[in-house]
């Protein structure tokens, strides 16, 4: 079945410092969402990306979907600690409407 | 405006008994999913429904049962709970398509947390 992985599974970085976590699925995706869990909260959508190569962006943070809509990043410019918390991508394959959730990538911020 | 609505918050079961997970959404959402999340990692997909009586298998969902007899609920149900079973479960629901047809976003509930000793 489909799979999704990201990478790095935890983060530590100084208040200032970039951070960057990759997103890969086993198969084609038909969009892939960004989702961000505070630590006790639930899942909250941030982003979603359609088209091959497709980039967004979102104040500090910049989302990219992959040429081959396979793969996808999320990276934060100068961090703050504000930024704290799990962030998940989760995959669509196109004819369903499941959304397989990576594993997702623990930041944490150091002031 | 509720959104997705799941009670009870907090459960804790023994060995063997079964329970139910209500799950009520006031947004008209067709799509409603159930997602577990064990300590420290991600989100498994347990069932999902496109629509009243339609619901499918997701990756993880032996030892549950779910149902959707009306748009609003999907009720997840438990039987002969299992010390494997303690997670935090989560729903959610989501729209058809966008206006500029992109995919509607997950809305999720805030959580059970279920734990069976």
């Known amino acids: 079945g489909q799979q999704v992985m990201q990478i790095p599974q935890y983060q530590h970085v100084q208040e200032g410092e970039d951070f960057t976590t990759y997103c890969n699925s086993s198969?084609?995706?038909?969009?892939i969402q960004w989702y961000k869990q505070r630590p006790g909260g639930h899942p909250v959508f941030l982003i979603q990306?359609?088209?091959?190569?497709e980039v967004k962006k979102q104040k500090r943070l910049t989302f990219q979907f992959g040429e081959a809509k396979k793969n996808s990043s999320l990276h934060i410019t100068a961090t703050q600690t504000t930024d704290v918390g799990t962030y998940f991508c989760?995959?669509?394959?196109?004819?369903?409407?499941?959304?397989?959730f990576g594993t997702g990538t623990r930041l944490k911020v150091l002031a | 405006n509720a959104g997705v609505t799941q009670t009870p918050k907090f459960r804790i079961l023994k060995i063997g008994q079964s329970m139910t997970l209500q799950c009520t959404q006031d947004?008209?959402?067709?799509?409603m999913y159930w997602y577990r999340q064990d300590p420290g990692m991600g989100l498994k997909l347990i069932y999902y429904?496109?629509?009243?009586?339609?619901?499918d298998k997701g990756e993880v969902p032996n030892g549950y049962n779910v149902s959707r007899s009306t748009t609003e609920d999907f009720p997840l149900r438990l039987e002969l709970a299992a010390p494997s079973q303690t997670s935090v479960y989560f729903c959610?629901?989501?729209?058809?398509?966008?206006?500029?047809?992109?995919?509607?976003?997950?809305?999720f509930g805030n959580g059970t947390r279920l734990t069976v000793t």
């Open positions: 989760a995959g669509g394959s196109s004819g369903t409407y499941k959304y397989i």
């Open positions: 947004m008209n959402h067709n799509y």
């Open positions: 990306l359609v088209k091959s190569g």
């Open positions: 198969t084609t995706l038909s969009n």
């Open positions: 959610a629901s989501s729209n058809d398509f966008l206006t500029d047809r992109r995919y509607s976003p997950l809305h």
């Open positions: 429904s496109v629509g009243a009586g339609i619901t």
